[in-house]
């Protein structure tokens, strides 16, 4: 059964960084694409990024580029998003999902999902 | 958002209900959809992928369907148990190419 637990949200103040991690298991991570994908209080799913299988395609959403990475460790079942100057609309809860495929060109969709972790930014 | 779905849906236990959700070439037009439950508080789940194909343990009460840039989820024989948030979903090959959610249809089960 595969498994993907989020961690590293907390409280931390605008313009500070936050690294979440994303550990997978019950499932060969290098063979499969992994998203993150935040809710905001009161509104819908955002998805913010995606890394494929060996990390050569990599994709985000507009509001995140140039302040948002993600990679992965494959050696340690790892996916990872840092998180740099960080603003008040990015409070939200951040799940991990794994993808269906590979992610080499275009995503599959989500067939298995994290908890999710809660990041609150707030002076 | 890029995919769009009504706000709200709501219908008798044992009936039925459809969501839409409408796009463009760039999404629905050239991706397959893939549909998702979420309970505030808890993880999504998916329903369907790949247009109309439901995972294993998913009730064969959940349909999908796709037409050209345009795609529906049917909810059959509704249960109380079905309220949540549903929401659509494809990869948009567009110039910013990245994967795009619907604005999410809330369900009630009168």
């Known amino acids: 059964q595969v498994h993907l637990v989020e961690s590293g949200g907390g409280v931390v103040q605008p313009g500070r960084s936050l690294r979440l991690s994303c550990v997978v298991s019950g499932v060969t991570l290098s063979k499969y694409g992994i998203h993150w994908v935040r809710q905001t209080p009161g509104k819908g799913l955002e998805w913010v990024a995606v890394?494929?299988?060996?990390?050569?395609?990599?994709h985000y959403v507009d509001s995140v580029k140039g302040r948002f990475t993600i990679s992965r460790d494959n050696s340690k079942n790892t996916v990872f998003l840092q998180m740099t100057s960080l603003r008040h609309e990015d409070t939200a809860v951040y799940f991990c999902a794994k993808d269906r495929g590979r992610v080499i060109v275009t995503a599959s969709d989500f067939d298995s999902w994290g908890q999710g972790t809660l990041v609150t930014v707030s002076s | 958002s890029v995919l769009t779905q009504p706000p709200s849906v709501s219908a008798a236990p044992g009936q039925k209900v459809t969501i839409s959700c409408s796009g463009g070439?760039?999404?629905?037009?050239?991706?397959?959809v893939s549909w998702y439950r979420h309970l505030p508080g808890t993880s999504p789940k998916i329903l369907i992928y790949?247009?109309?194909k439901r995972p294993s343990g998913v009730p064969d009460r959940f349909s999908g369907s796709k037409s050209v840039t345009s795609a529906t989820l049917v909810i059959a024989g509704l249960q109380t148990g079905d309220e949540a948030d549903y929401y659509c979903g494809t990869w948009d090959s567009g110039l910013d190419s990245g994967w795009v959610f619907g604005g999410g249809t809330k369900l009630t089960v009168l």
């Open positions: 790949d247009n109309d």
């Open positions: 890394i494929s299988y060996d990390g050569s395609n990599i």
């Open positions: 070439s760039s999404t629905i037009g050239n991706n397959p």
